[in-house]
């Protein structure tokens, strides 16, 4: 469950990025910000803390490390500085060319 979580997230903020490159919009580019949306006030409400910490920790791992995304603790421990960056440069992107009017 973790990973799809997961992968989605990463998909939608990838998409995001992307469209704001491409200058694309359309209706996936609105699912991915209500995604992303979504997923931040869970986050942020949850004390910027993934609410599986606290089911990893119930079941035995005493540290709460959700360690199904394919990558090490040592990398995922900088995910939220590395999407929030990437969200950040797509959503920037995306309101300058929305501004300039070259949104296709």
Request: hydrophobic share 45%.
């Amino acid at each position: 469950m973790h990973t799809a979580i997961y992968a989605v997230q990463m998909a939608a903020t990838l998409y995001i990025l992307v469209a704001g490159v491409r200058g694309r919009r359309g209706r996936h580019l609105g699912l991915a910000f209500a995604l992303v949306t979504v997923e931040s006030m869970v986050f942020f409400g949850n004390g910027r803390r993934c609410p599986l910490t606290v089911l990893a920790q119930k079941y035995g791992d005493p540290r709460g490390y959700v360690g199904d995304t394919w990558f090490s603790e040592r990398c995922t421990r900088h995910n939220f500085a590395a999407f929030a960056s990437l969200l950040a440069l797509g959503t920037g992107l995306i309101v300058i060319r929305h501004l300039r009017g070259s949104l296709r």
